[in-house]
Nanobody, 121 residues
Framework: QVQLVESGGGLVQAGGSLRLSCVAS????????MGWYRQAPGKRRELVAT???????NYADSVKGRFTISRDNAKKMVYLQMNSLKPEDTAVYYC???????????????WGQGTQVTVSS
């Protein structure tokens, strides 16, 4: 059974920084893309950043220049360094990964349970 577990959320003042971490565990043959999404109250879940297994990154326009995604493929981890945080970054942040459990299995999409990030003004 595959699990994604996030950590690193919390409360921070505007202009501050946080680093989110996510580790994948369980029956994992391969991991393709890993990334971060967020959902603010009353809003739809949205992409924050994704990184391929080769660490090619893609960012939402709203976080470009402030957030950096990185991966440690050996540890099956993905990180999100968030700098210059704004109150509008407040949301539950979810880790996402595209994982194959067996060589012959299809790629499946997995989600973590989410970690709260709150930015005060």
């Amino acid at each position: 059974q595959v699990q994604l577990v996030e950590s690193g959320g919390g409360l921070v003042q505007a202009g501050g920084s946080l680093r989110l971490s996510c580790v994948a565990s369980g029956n994992i043959e391969s991991i393709n893309a890993m990334g971060w999404y967020r959902q603010a109250p009353g809003k739809r879940r949205e992409l924050v950043a994704t990184a391929t297994s080769g660490s090619s990154a893609n960012y939402a326009d709203s976080v470009k220049g402030r957030f950096t995604i990185s991966r440690d493929n050996a540890k099956k981890m993905v990180y999100l360094q968030m700098n210059s945080l704004k109150p509008e970054d407040t949301a539950v942040y979810y880790c996402n990964a595209d994982i194959k459990e067996r060589p012959w299995a299809p790629w499946n999409d997995y989600w973590g349970q989410g970690t709260q990030v709150t930015v005060s003004s």
